[in-house]
């Protein structure tokens, strides 16, 4: 996927949650390439599926987001890097963590304690929001889904980009105190919050509609670190600005390091952003996106190919992309260019 990867459908809605004067616009290539990759709408096809009685804790401390949830009954995942999983009961219980960042020392983040995932926008393209500090500005939100719990304070893309290998712009995170209100994540990361949250990310959405969770998830924000099993908690991600692991003040032996992923669409990897040199959660380690791709977990489609899939998702079950849809897209995108009926011909 463009990797690393936004979101509310009306400009009064996004105050205070959008990037900044001059604060992500120092990676940008060029604009119109910024608009027309941002215009895309993404699909899940990873194996986690939407989690019964989910629960997010935001620790503004660590810059992370573990969402708590149960399996339903009969299901399964594969093991994960980011992801533990509990026997409770005869239940599996998960704990997911993906890194996010937080408000810069000039904004405010959400009051700690808790709340509920209110409205989400599944797909956001770029355009225009609004913020005290910026006023009316083009914001690039890349399409990706916008969760929101405290007003217009959401968990959503990461709208910084760089400039891909293959010269395409892409999202990647920031993990630190820079954005204006919101929890910034990877794009390939609030897809599949969205998705284990019951934001169905295999449906085809108009741009900018506003879904309201039929099960809102819980919502906590915590000034400290968060913890599992007595651990503190860390994910191995890069931090930026203002972030300190916990491991530097308790050790590391206190702290529990969650794996992390990142998402790509291209068999080489070659859609992810450039090595930055920054160092991941072990001390010296640099952290190298293409060491921690996963591909077909997340994708995306054009907007002049939305309205023929989204004609025949409508005679799919559930009306829903398949779950393997990242990957046979192509086949699938080419057949119905092409008005041929995919199923007959990109079996999976």
């Not at 996004?14 to 060029?30: K, Q, W, Y």
Request: hydrophobic letters at 35%; proline letters at 6%.
């Amino acid at each position: 996927m463009t990797s690393a990867l936004g979101l509310l459908a009306l400009l009064g809605f996004v105050v205070g949650c959008s990037s900044t004067n001059g604060e992500d616009a120092s990676d940008t290539s060029t604009e119109e390439n910024l608009r027309v990759r941002g215009s895309a709408e993404w699909f899940y096809s990873g194996s986690l599926p939407a989690l019964e009685n989910a629960a997010v804790t935001i620790s503004l401390k660590g810059s992370t987001a573990r969402v708590e949830g149960t399996l339903p009954v009969g299901a399964s995942i594969p093991d994960l890097p980011n992801v533990r999983q509990t026997n409770v009961n005869g239940r599996t219980l998960l704990d997911i963590v993906y890194p996010i960042a937080t408000a810069a020392v000039y904004s405010n983040n959400a009051p700690r304690g808790g709340y509920a995932f209110q409205r989400a926008i599944p797909f956001r393209p770029n355009g225009n929001a609004y913020t005290v500090s910026a006023g009316n500005h083009f914001v690039t939100w890349g399409g990706f889904p916008f969760l929101a719990y405290d007003g217009a304070i959401a968990m959503h893309g990461p709208i910084t980009d760089a400039t891909s290998q293959t010269g395409t712009d892409v999202w990647y995170l920031k993990r630190g105190t820079v954005s204006s209100g919101c929890n910034r994540m990877l794009g390939e990361h609030v897809i599949e919050l969205a998705h284990i949250s019951g934001i169905d990310m295999r449906k085809v959405y108009t741009a900018n509609s506003t879904v309201i969770p039929a099960h809102p998830d819980h919502v906590t924000v915590i000034a400290d670190y968060d913890k599992w099993n007595g651990k503190y908690i860390d994910i191995d991600y890069p931090t930026d600005v203002g972030v300190v692991r916990p491991g530097k003040v308790y050790g590391s032996a206190n702290v529990e390091m969650f794996g992390s992923w990142v998402g790509a669409e291209l068999p080489d990897g070659s859609d992810l952003p450039k090595s930055l040199q920054w160092q991941g959660g072990v001390s010296g380690n640099l952290y190298v996106f293409k060491d921690h791709a996963a591909y077909n977990r997340v994708c995306s489609v054009m907007p002049t190919d939305l309205p023929k899939l989204k004609t025949w998702v409508a005679k799919q079950p559930n009306a829903e992309v398949p779950a393997d849809f990242c990957t046979r897209k192509d086949c699938i995108v080419n057949a119905l260019e092409d008005v041929s009926e995919p199923k007959s011909i990109c079996t999976p």
